[in-house]
């Protein structure tokens, strides 16, 4: 059973920086795609930043040239970073760490998201005062 586990939210001003880390495991062999989503209040969750397994990445417009996705591998886990620089107010969100089975390349999971079948985690809470 694949788990993800976020951590690194925080409540910073805007212009600062924060970098979130996900710890993916249960990873079965073969190809793969993370990726990070978020969701404002009342809002479905979008997405942000999606990686796989070959290393190409795909971003959402809105923080293109801000946000950065990145990944390194241990024998047994996945550990995907968000590194988010230039931060808005309107950056304010909850942030999840996802991955679906089915969609294993960086642009198809970042439009289509993770369906019924995909795991998420618990969430991590982002916070940029103005």
């Known amino acids: 059973q694949v788990q993800l586990a976020e951590s690194g939210g925080d409540s910073v001003q805007f212009g600062g920086s924060l970098k979130l880390s996900c710890v993916v495991s249960g990873l079965p062999f073969g190809d793969y795609c993370l990726g990070w989503f978020r969701q404002f209040p009342g809002k479905r969750r979008e997405g942000v930043a999606t990686?796989?397994?070959?290393?190409?990445?795909?971003?959402a417009d809105s923080v293109k040239g801000r946000f950065t996705i990145s990944k390194e591998s241990t024998e047994r886990l996945i550990n995907v970073y968000l590194q988010m620089d230039n931060l808005q107010p309107e950056d304010t969100a909850m942030y999840y760490c996802?991955?679906?089975?089915?969609?294993?390349?960086?642009?198809?999971?970042?439009?289509?998201?993770?369906?019924?079948?995909?795991?998420w985690g618990q969430g991590t809470q982002v916070t940029v005062s103005p």
């Open positions: 990686i796989d397994s070959d290393g190409n990445t795909a971003y």
């Open positions: 996802a991955r679906d089975s089915g969609l294993t390349r960086a642009r198809e999971l970042l439009v289509l998201s993770p369906g019924p079948g995909g795991a």
